[in-house]
């Protein structure tokens, strides 16, 4: 089954303490993505990779950081999470680069609490 | 750069009544223009995607959507509402001529179901 899968679902740390958030996509598509979604403020984008190795910023990626080792693989980092992250977030694939012509494919999210 | 408008935060429909979501967007040529759907608890869904030609496009579960370039609209309709269809709905639009090649998203409407 094609699918974006992410872990954990749900996260309740706290302030400072590093955490990892994965996602994988067994679609073998180029392009993924990680949004935040907060309510009154919609899907706000995070960073994005076009490809392996290829990562850039997206609408707010302040205290966050990404990395693309494999093309499947997109985890999200958080070196030092902080209160203001706690969030939805969401995880998102789709074919190749030229990515806004194509459908997202979406993860189920992963709810953060940051005490 | 591209933008989205969605002027309804909530709309609350009886079963078995039409709906019409709004959507406006702001760019200087064609968009790429999407409706997600998101369901209580699970990622968004892409319910249809509009890139030229025909201006009604049908998607899924029973929903259609037209472009109306000179309203800069992309309103989401279905003739009949079911319980089911309570979800948050998101427009959005990529800009195809965007070197970073960017979905927007609004900022979504909250679509409740009286029976």
């Known amino acids: 089954e094609a699918q974006v899968t992410q872990n954990p679902r749900y996260l309740i740390t706290v302030t400072g303490k590093k955490l990892t958030v994965t996602c994988s996509q067994n679609m073998n598509h180029e392009y993924m993505s990680w949004y935040r979604q907060d309510p009154g403020l919609g899907l706000r984008q995070i960073y994005y990779s076009m490809n392996v190795e290829v990562t850039d910023k997206g609408d707010v990626p302040e205290g966050y950081k990404v990395s693309r080792k494999e093309k499947r693989n997109f985890p999200l980092i958080l070196e030092s999470p902080s209160p203001n992250q706690t969030s939805l977030y969401f995880c998102?694939?789709?074919?190749?680069?030229?990515?806004?012509?194509?459908?997202?494919?979406f993860g189920p999210g992963t709810r953060l609490t940051v005490l | 750069a591209q933008s989205v408008t969605q002027p309804d935060i909530h709309i609350t429909v009886s079963e078995g009544a039409s709906l019409e979501l709004r959507c406006n967007y702001s760019?200087?040529?064609?968009?790429?223009l999407f409706w997600y759907v998101q369901s209580p608890g699970q990622g968004l869904q892409l319910l249809l995607k509009?890139?030229?030609?025909?201006?009604l496009v049908q998607g899924i579960k029973g929903f259609e959507a037209e472009f109306k370039r000179s309203q800069s609209s992309f309103n989401l309709r279905k003739p009949s509402v079911h319980w089911s269809d309570a979800a948050e709905y998101f427009c959005?639009?990529?800009?195809?001529?965007?070197?970073?090649?960017?979905?927007?998203f609004g900022k979504g409407t909250r679509l409740h179901i009286l029976p």
């Open positions: 760019y200087g040529a064609t968009p790429y």
């Open positions: 959005a639009v990529g800009a195809p001529q965007n070197r970073d090649d960017k979905i927007i």
């Open positions: 509009y890139f030229s030609g025909d201006t």
């Open positions: 998102a694939s789709s074919d190749q680069a030229l990515h806004s012509y194509n459908e997202q494919f």
